[in-house]
């Protein structure tokens, strides 16, 4: 068995103990990298209007907006393949013509005003280049992160503290050591609604 399948079943056995107890509904706003807002795969160069890229070192490459990269060309032939489910996201679409040194962090924002925030629960897998340094969660960290040159792989998280009713944020810190940087992530979540909406 694969490290992939083993990181998914382990991730399944995760969400079966933390979901055992209650009866959630998915959060809305909550994108996998590289989808439209149907949730169908965006095209190679079109900008993921999901993620923002907050902070880069790359002067050049500043954000907000991050890009699908095109899937035919290097590093897309080094990286863990795109799938039905989510592509790779960068400051350029071209990433294999790199980029500068440093931290890049990417952003989704999603809302909780409907939901009981302390039963979220958001879980998935990621994979990044380089070196994921944490997810925060409301600029929290969650402890989550990947190895050095992860590309090759997808890594499970959990995220099941720090949210807060109302708007909410979850950031990918990626370490950039030299050459391409990326990011790739097929995510869920799940809450209690609160008694009002489900009246």
Request: aromatic share 12%.
């Amino acid at each position: 068995m694969n490290s992939f399948k083993i990181q998914f079943l382990i991730l399944l056995t995760i969400l079966s103990c933390i979901t055992s107890d209650i009866s959630a509904a998915t959060i809305p706003g909550i994108y996998s990298t590289g989808l439209n807002d149907n949730f169908n795969l965006l095209a190679d160069g079109e900008t993921d209007s999901h993620y923002s890229l907050i902070e880069s070192s790359d002067k050049h490459f500043s954000g907000p907006k991050t890009k699908v990269v095109n899937s035919n060309v290097y590093p897309m032939n080094v990286w863990f393949p795109n799938n039905n489910t989510s592509k790779w996201i960068a400051p350029r679409a071209d990433a294999g013509l790199a980029n500068e040194h440093g931290v890049y962090v990417y952003r989704i924002t999603f809302d909780l005003s409907k939901f009981k925030s302390k039963t979220a629960v958001v879980y998935g897998l990621w994979t990044s280049d380089d070196k994921g340094i944490d997810i925060l969660i409301n600029g929290q960290k969650s402890g989550n992160f990947t190895p050095l040159a992860s590309f090759y792989a997808m890594f499970s998280f959990v995220i099941n503290s720090g949210f807060s009713d109302g708007i909410n944020t979850i950031d990918f810190v990626i370490h950039n050591v030299v050459s391409s940087s990326g990011l790739r992530v097929e995510i869920k979540g799940e809450a209690d609604l609160k008694e009002y909406v489900l009246r």
